[in-house]
């Protein structure tokens, strides 16, 4: 008994100094891509990666930065989630010839480290409008003076060149590489992630987790690839590309419902729906504008059915340019999303052209002789099946009726319907017309 209590006591202190020298979590360095328009896609995915930068507890998050700008709430939710990292965030612009322009800018200000590339830029941050209509000068100078307030106080926060930032925003200037390092924009220029990675080492941040340095010598790097839903998100996350895709589903389910059964339109439509309200869970949108573009297809609808001599048509265009004017919330002060007018007016110019060429032919359809009934018989013509005088029989569209004439008519002889009077006709000799 003795012997197998001490076997026991053997194996629990075998497994428990197995416990106490497990290999410690693998150190990484983790590279992002940030490339094209910031928007509320990449947003998600930036804000994605810090957060399994922080679950990994990797050394540092290097976002690759190239980018012309973007919308202003998308920035800034990016530069929230840098501001809250526990990890060290670091902006590098690169490759060669990339750029960070506008939102860039501040996302690269924002970063515990900021670094770029030989031969990238930065810079031109002064806020752009690219929603509808022109913002009053009021309106501007207050967009003007918010946007360089919040670049300055992220260049003082990271120790950076807060008079560039303001001056980049107010002035648009933009610099080099270089310059932007002699500026103290930047805190390094690096040729590659291998430079880069180099120049991090030993170099202390001030996180939210509060000090830290980084010891990035001999760790490997391991790149974060955009995930599908991402990459779909980045691409209809924008408020022109959402306003189409709602216009495609409606016109494809508008088709279904008028034509059932040619399925393909249906299937469009529905997905075209789908992904445009995927979009607006991102989006400040404002429903008012969804119900009003949706008015408008009904009216276009009922414009088919009931003869109103366009005057449906026209305040379903009315309900339309409203709806995607109100679609969005916040305009520029929420980073110009909204609808643009290039986008806008050729949509309704496209649509009111369909549904005018809709009703055109609807219209025509009306004023063309009847075919059928009574009605349907006036002007065909026939034979006489015997002689009329004035009464007899003829053969008119496949039947024999009874006639009459005004004029004789011998057997064979081609006649005209002129009147129908109960289940007789009033016929004319054609021949002696001719």
């Not at 189409?244 to 059964?261: D, K, N, Q």
């Not at 309704?348 to 009574?374: D, E, N, W």
Request: aromatic share 6%; charged share 15%.
């Amino acid at each position: 008994m003795t012997g197998y209590l001490w076997h026991l006591l053997l194996v629990l202190a075998t497994l428990l100094g197995g416990a106490g020298t497990l290999p410690a979590q693998e150190r990484v360095i983790l590279v992002a891509p940030v490339v094209g328009s910031i928007n509320p896609g990449v947003a998600e995915f930036v804000v994605d990666c810090i957060r399994r930068a922080e679950k990994e507890q990797a050394e540092a998050l290097i976002l690759q930065l190239d980018t012309p700008g973007g919308l202003d709430a998308s920035m800034r939710k990016i530069n929230q989630a840098i501001a809250n990292s526990r990890v060290p965030v670091v902006v590098y612009v690169s490759p060669k010839g990339a750029r960070a322009a506008s939102a860039g800018v501040f996302i690269t200000i924002a970063a515990h480290v900021a670094a770029m590339a030989p031969g990238t830029n930065i810079g031109a941050a002064h806020p752009v409008a690219v929603g509808l209509g022109a913002p009053d000068k009021v309106m501007s100078e207050k967009v003007l003076n918010d946007m360089a307030a919040y670049g300055r106080a992220l260049a003082l926060e990271r120790g950076r060149n807060a008079d560039w930032v303001e001056k980049a925003v107010r002035k648009s200037v933009s610099i080099d590489a270089a310059e932007a390092l002699r500026l103290k924009v930047i805190d390094l220029v690096a040729e590659n992630l291998g430079e880069l990675v180099g120049a991090l080492n030993n170099r202390t941040v001030r996180t939210a987790a509060g000090p830290r340095p980084l010891k990035t010598t001999g760790v490997p790097l391991r790149e974060i690839p955009e995930g599908l839903g991402t990459r779909i998100l980045k691409h209809i996350a924008d408020p022109n590309i959402a306003f189409i895709l709602m216009l495609i589903g409606l016109a494809g389910l508008y088709f279904e419902l008028s034509h059932p059964g040619t399925i393909l339109p249906g299937v469009v439509g529905a997905i075209s729906l789908l992904l445009a309200f995927y979009a607006f869970q991102t989006l400040p949108v404002n429903f008012i504008g969804v119900l009003l573009i949706l008015l408008a297809f009904i009216f276009f609808i009922l414009e088919i059915y009931v003869t109103s001599f366009g005057l449906l048509t026209l305040a379903g265009l009315i309900s339309l340019a409203l709806g995607g004017m109100m679609l969005f919330r916040g305009g520029e002060a929420e980073g110009g999303m909204a609808v643009a007018w290039n986008i806008l007016i050729p949509s309704l110019g496209a649509i009111a052209l369909f549904f005018l060429g809709i009703s055109a032919l609807v219209v025509k359809s009306q004023m063309r002789r009847s075919l059928t009934g009574p009605a349907g018989l006036v002007g065909e013509r026939g034979v006489a099946y015997t002689a009329l005088t004035p009464e007899g029989r003829v053969f008119v569209h496949g039947e024999y009726w009874q006639a009459v004439s005004d004029t004789p008519v011998a057997k064979g002889e081609a006649v005209e319907v002129l009147e129908v009077r109960g289940l007789t006709l009033r016929v004319r000799p054609l021949t002696r017309q001719q």
